[in-house]
T-cell receptor
Framework: EAGVAQSPRYKIIEKRQSVAFWCNPI?????LYWYQQILGQGPKLLIQ????????DSQLPKDRFSAERLKGVDSTLKIQPAKLEDSAVYLC???????????????FGPGTRLTVT | AQTVTQSQPEMSVQEAETVTLSCTYD???????LFWYKQPPSRQMILVIR??????QNATENRFSVNFQKAAKSFSLKISDSQLGDAAMYFC?????????FGTGTSLTVIP
């Protein structure tokens, strides 16, 4: 079974530039998550999709961040314009939808390391 | 909202020895799940072990086991017979419904 794919793996941009990250979840996984992981911290959820609908984007800085999952499969996360504090690893994860009382496991991609200079 | 606290930024263990990583959480929910994730230097986060809050029995997965104290809201991870490949960042996480909350992580070093 192929894992969660992310690209690019690394990106360096200057502040005020734009950047986009791509994620392809595991086939059949309805739920997709984007996390921001700043160095030395745990992952922070930015946005969660269930199929192509947004379940939670309460921690997404909507003035500069946007995300979409148009066909309910792969997803893009965009930052426009970037700030220095956006330097972080952006993790994508996917999971099957929760069924009954069973917990569902998140499968993570390798992440995209963004450096804003 | 839930909070997850890992009070040990760094831990070390001698190879073949046992180490315990601490985690406390705060939630007002009655139905939730707890997880330990491992993040090696390659940064691919993988699940180590999970615990359903309604189960009293502590989860065990080979060399990994948890000590789940629901009343104290404590969820520690014990790694027995530590191996060099266990060296990584370990994150404690809680899940209620759709939300996942992660701690700040514990960096584990395994000394040969």
């Amino acid at each position: 079974e192929a894992g969660v794919a992310q690209s690019p793996r690394y990106k360096i941009i200057e502040k005020r530039q734009s950047v986009a990250f791509w994620c392809n979840p595991i086939s059949g996984h309805a739920t997709l998550y984007w996390y921001q992981q700043i160095l030395g911290q745990g992952p922070k959820l930015l946005i969660q999709f269930q199929n192509n609908g947004v379940v939670d984007d309460s921690q997404l800085p909507k003035d500069r961040f946007s995300a979409e999952r148009l066909k309910g499969v792969d997803s893009t996360l965009k930052i426009q314009p970037a700030k220095l504090e956006d330097s972080a690893v952006y993790l994508c994860a996917s999971s099957l939808a929760r069924m009954g009382s069973l917990p569902y496991e998140q499968y993570f991609g390798p992440g995209t390391r963004l450096t804003v200079t | 909202a839930q909070t997850v606290t890992q009070s040990q930024p760094e831990m070390s263990v001698q190879e073949a020895e046992t180490v315990t990583l601490s985690c406390t959480y705060d939630t007002s929910e009655s139905d939730y799940y707890l997880f330990w994730y491992k993040q090696p230097p390659s940064r691919q986060m993988i699940l180590v072990i999970r615990q359903e809050a309604y189960k009293q029995q502590n989860a065990t997965e080979n060399r990994f086991s948890v000590n789940f104290q629901k009343a104290a809201k404590s969820f520690s991870l014990k790694i027995s017979d530590s191996q060099l490949g266990d060296a990584a960042m370990y994150f404690c996480a809680s899940n209620t419904g759709n939300q996942f909350y992660f701690g700040t992580g514990t960096s584990l070093t395994v000394i040969p």
